[in-house]
């Protein structure tokens, strides 16, 4: 069991940023490959960034690559997505997920814990 808890969602105008958190309530996450999805609404969930168990390997869609940026806090046991240049279709509801593998997917169906997600949107 792996409860993910993300935090750090809200509304905020276009062109701003906003910084989601995932915890694993306070544990490490060991060996597991994080990864950030987004559902909005009538449409499948999509793969928004991961960052390998290290720390090391980062992978970003390629609808937020330059304004996203994942990374992983060891120290604090968090994922971090900054999300800067924000725009109205990035509103959704933004999930953390957990993969335990050291290879990376960007397909939903591989992750195997999931949070409660945490909405983000964005007004234009």
């Known amino acids: 069991q792996m409860p993910l808890v993300e935090s750090g969602g809200g509304l905020v105008q276009a062109g701003g940023s906003l910084r989601l958190s995932c915890s694993a309530s306070?544990?490490?996450?060991?060996?597991?490959?994080i990864g950030w999805f987004r559902q909005a609404p009538g449409k499948e969930r999509e793969f928004v960034a991961s960052?390998?168990?290290?720390?090391?390997?980062?992978y970003v869609a390629d609808s937020v690559k330059g304004r996203f940026t994942i990374s992983k806090d060891n120290t604090e046991n968090t994922v971090n997505l900054q999300m800067n240049s924000l725009k109205s279709e990035d509103t959704a509801i933004y999930y953390c997920?957990?993969?335990?593998?050291?290879?990376?997917?960007?397909?939903?169906?591989?992750?195997?814990?999931w949070g409660q997600g945490t909405q983000v949107t964005v007004s234009s």
């Open positions: 997920a957990s993969r335990f593998s050291s290879v990376w997917s960007p397909k939903a169906s591989d992750y195997e814990y």
């Open positions: 306070g544990r490490s996450f060991g060996r597991n490959h």
């Open positions: 960052v390998s168990w290290s720390g090391v390997s980062t």
